[in-house]
């Protein structure tokens, strides 16, 4: 297993090295990071000159390539190149922004796991029930709503139960966008007030997409499995129902969701867009949109090798579960 996990992570690094020059590329045909810049007001050739020169842009495409790959590797991600705002360090731009999107897709994502996990095996051990029609209704509703529709559709419901709440003297309880007004205040039990609040949209609109995601394919999985030879086998020698359901038959139906899991949470590290623009959160999602739309290289780039590295993580803990749920994988 050892050998296997190196052999992993030496294939991953040119993989990723790879995407950086790829999306080197695409970022320098978009255009000129100083455009904006330069177009503001009158530049003088020498101030051009100075400004291109930090940037880098006066030096051939593959030396600015590697000249910036040799400065990440070694912990210096460089700093946004719009001149006059500030020049903040990349790095402390794409970790302050993994930072917000960890705490909301871990959430969100530990919740659907769950909720979802649970559903499915109830929905296929009780197929054709009217709980089964009901939740394959429910999950194909949310699969059919834009996320953004659900975002809206719970920020307008949030305004008459907050409304109902401080008529109650229970104050404005859900907050639609950012922090709450003053920041976090009061005590312990305050502040849990207060950041429940906040979380409980966001969190909300992840997790209905996510759930009936996984309850669908929890669901397949398990009717797949409980229409194996091994459990009719089992059904046979007389064990019981719920040891053949979850002895035999549920270990096995979650290898797809495993896999489907880890992928999809390594891949939402890059942020939730929609949900991070709607709610006012300025995580992965809202990061790599305002580098694009500034043309702001290096933040694009930094945000790409850290989402690369949680998809190549959460593949490589897919594939360990995977061998710890199904001893017949043998890795060599």
């Given amino acids: ?77 460089n700093r946004d190149v719009v001149p006059g705002d500030g020049n903040q360090p990349v790095k402390e731009q794409v970790l302050s922004a993994l930072g917000v999107t960890i705490k909301l897709v871990v959430l969100a994502e530990l919740i659907a796991i769950t909720i979802g996990m649970v559903i499915g095996v109830i929905s296929a051990v009780r197929q054709y029930s009217m709980f089964d029609y009901s939740v394959t209704g429910i999950a194909f509703l949310l699969f059919s709503m834009p996320l953004f529709c659900i975002a809206m559709i719970l920020k307008s419901l949030a305004v008459p139960l907050n409304n109902a709440m401080q008529s109650a ?30 979380y409980i949209l966001p969190v909300l609109c992840l997790l ?39 002895r035999h038959a549920f270990r096995n139906a979650l290898l797809p969701v495993v896999t489907l899991s880890a ?16 709610f006012g959160w300025n995580g992965m999602g809202r990061l790599i949109v305002n580098g694009v739309s500034h043309i702001e ?8 090798v850290v989402t690369a590295i949680f998809i190549v993580v959460f593949n490589l803990i897919a594939d360990i579960l995977y061998s710890y749920l199904d001893p017949r994988i043998r890795l060599s």
């Fill in 297 to 304: 290289p290096w933040v694009v780039l930094g945000w790409l």
């Fill in 263 to 278: 992928l999809n949470i390594g891949a939402n590290f890059g942020g939730a867009v929609i949900t991070e623009t709607v």
């Fill in 169 to 198: 003297g229970l104050g404005r309880w859900i907050t639609t966008s950012g922090n709450p007004v003053g920041g976090y205040n009061g005590d312990f039990w305050h502040r849990v007030y207060q950041v429940t609040g906040v």
């Fill in 1 to 77: 297993m050892l050998n296997y996990v190196i052999r992993r992570i030496l294939i991953a690094i040119p993989l990723i090295v790879l995407a950086t020059f790829l999306c080197f590329g695409l970022v320098t045909a978009m255009g000129d990071p100083l455009g904006d810049w330069k177009t503001a007001a009158p530049r003088t050739p020498e101030a051009v000159a100075v400004e291109e020169q930090i940037v880098g842009y006066n030096q051939p495409f593959f030396q600015r390539y590697g000249h910036w790959l040799a400065n990440f590797v070694q912990g210096d991600w």
């Fill in 208 to 246: 209905a997409i996510q759930f009936a995601l996984y309850s669908r394919f929890q669901r397949g999985s398990m009717l797949e499995a409980l229409n194996s030879d091994y459990v009719r086998t089992a059904q046979a020698k007389g064990i019981s129902q719920t040891r053949v359901i979850m």
